[in-house]
T-cell receptor, first 116, second 113 residues
Framework: DAGVIQSPRHEVTEMGQEVTLRCKPI?????LFWYRQTMMRGLELLIY????????DSGMPEDRFSAKMPNASFSTLKIQPSEPRDSAVYFC??????????????FGPGTRLTVT | TQLLEQSPQFLSIQEGENLTVYCNSS?????LQWYRQEPGEGPVLLVT?????EVKKLKRLTFQFGDARKDSSLHITAAQPGDTGLYLC?????????????FGKGTKLTVNP
């Protein structure tokens, strides 16, 4: 298996532009997670899906952020409009079964977003 | 707010030394995980501990979950340069009938040859 695939790996955009990050989870995994990592705040869970349904989006910072999972093999995280404070590394992860005690999350390589 | 405090934030040691890093909280977790993250990559799971007082060993790494399930430690024996990385702990807890996950900010370990 290729693991969790994220694209693009790097994104540089200007403030106010729309940014779309993409993720393909590991085949057969029922749960997908979006994280943001910064030096100041560490690794933060933004939202997670189980069987393509959003279960917990309490970590989504504000209405400028939205996430979708139209099918079991694809998810997007969109920021519109983007702001410099959104600059971070965004990770996607997948697991077999949500946050069950025995779960293991497999992380993608991340997308480094820079908003100027 | 459930918080996981990790210490130390940075640690630089020589190859062959032993070290311990800590993950502490005032809250109880149903389980706790340790991850290692290398530059430019996503975190990779090392271990999950579930039972208070549980000790797990992974080669030179020893993980312990506190009796009250509020804290955890990671001990590395005879550290090697390949152990260099960011060590993250993550805890799962119940809130409002659902499971929540929170990560600590990590300990950045550098092992010098």
């Amino acid at each position: 298996d290729a693991g969790v695939i994220q694209s693009p790996r790097h994104e540089v955009t200007e403030m106010g532009q729309e940014v779309t990050l993409r993720c393909k989870p590991i085949s057969g995994h029922n749960s997908l997670f979006w994280y943001r990592q910064t030096m100041m705040r560490g690794l933060e869970l933004l939202i997670y899906f189980n069987n393509n349904v959003p279960i917990d989006d309490s970590g989504m910072p504000e209405d400028r952020f939205s996430a979708k999972m139209p099918n079991a093999s694809f998810s997007t995280l969109k920021i519109q409009p983007s702001e410099p404070r959104d600059s971070a590394v965004y990770f996607c992860a997948s697991s077999l079964d949500g946050l069950a005690d025995s779960y293991e999350q497999y992380f993608g390589p991340g997308t480094r977003l820079t908003v100027t | 707010t459930q918080l996981l405090e990790q210490s130390p934030q940075f640690l630089s040691i020589q190859e062959g030394e032993n070290l311990t890093v800590y993950c502490n909280s005032s809250s109880v977790f149903s389980s706790l995980q340790w991850y290692r993250q290398e530059p430019g990559e996503g975190p990779v799971l090392l271990v999950t501990v579930v039972t208070g007082g549980e000790v797990k060993k992974l080669k030179r790494l020893t993980f312990q979950f506190g009796d009250a399930r509020k804290d955890s430690s990671l001990h590395i024996t005879a550290a090697q340069p390949g152990d260099t990385g960011l060590y993250l702990c993550a805890g799962i807890f119940s809130q409002g009938g659902s499971e929540k996950l929170v990560f600590g900010k990590g300990t950045k370990l550098t092992v010098n040859p």
